[in-house]
């Protein structure tokens, strides 16, 4: 299962990062304890950032 970090997790990533991480993990950990997102197109525009360059 794909999911958007909403924190830093040690051996798993930084804030934003989309990281594949077990159904089982996911389920029972991250998602209950709101340290992740599922991976979906509205979760994926809260972390897009508009081109600041131009």
């Known amino acids: 299962m794909e999911v958007i970090l909403l924190e830093r997790i040690e051996k798993l990533g930084q804030m934003g990062d989309v990281v594949n991480v077990k159904t089982g993990f996911a389920r029972n950990y991250l998602l209950p304890q709101n340290k992740a997102l599922r991976k979906t197109k509205q ?11 131009s």
């Open 43 to 53: 979760n994926l525009s809260r972390f897009e950032f508009p081109n600041e360059l």
